[in-house]
């Protein structure tokens, strides 16, 4: 988390420690509106609503800064429970992969799909079935069958779901998250 002062500090809550990672106001104050921060090895990844992502490396010393090259805004970030990756929504450039083995970072862009997505990218999650959910701002959700970072989309089944073809209140999607019994709860405007 990022305190008052501008401080990143770290929560163990299994320890119940507060770990101090870097002052970094001019980061914030040059970057403004933080969206997602989540922690990738012994890495932290800090999405900005206007520009972009940047990666606080860990090495010896403490933590450095590095910008990662994606030229659009960070609306969220998402840890993949079954591959070593990370997903990063972005605003209008579609969804990235990032992983840390690889030191590569790849990207499914909207304009790969079938049905035309021009909206940015609110929400990610991926179910246990590798089914990859994509929530937009305004274009619905796409789900992205048996999804692999290796695989081309035309090789995927993939579903579009908006106001006019399921029970999907509203076309901008902001959230999902799991419920009990096989429910997924889905957020919208």
Not at 3 to 10: A, L, M, Q, T, V
Not at 34 to 40: D, L, N, P, Q, V
Not at 74 to 97: E, T
Not at 112 to 141: A, H, M, Q, V
């Amino acid at each position: 988390y990022v305190d008052k002062d501008y401080n990143r500090d770290e929560l163990n809550t299994e320890k119940q420690k507060v770990s101090f990672i870097l002052y970094g106001k001019e980061l914030i104050v040059k970057n403004g509106h933080r969206t997602s921060i989540i922690k990738f090895h012994d890495d932290f990844f800090i999405g900005f609503k206007t520009s972009g992502l940047f990666r606080l490396r860990s090495d010896i010393y403490g933590y450095s800064t590095e910008d990662i090259p994606i030229n659009s805004g960070v609306f969220c970030l998402l840890k993949d429970n079954f591959q070593d990756i990370i997903w990063i929504g972005s605003d209008g450039q579609g969804v990235y992969s990032y992983s840390n083995d690889l030191y590569s970072i790849r990207s499914t862009l909207l304009n790969d799909f079938t049905f035309k997505i021009n909206r940015p990218i609110r929400t990610i999650y991926i179910d246990e079935n590798r089914t990859l959910w994509i929530g937009s701002k305004g274009d619905g959700i796409a789900k992205i069958y048996d999804y692999d970072v290796d695989k081309s989309l035309q090789n995927n089944k993939i579903e579009y779901l908006t106001i006019k073809n399921s029970s999907l209140w509203d076309n901008s999607v902001y959230s999902f998250c799991k419920g009990k019994k096989d429910i997924l709860w889905i957020g919208t405007e």
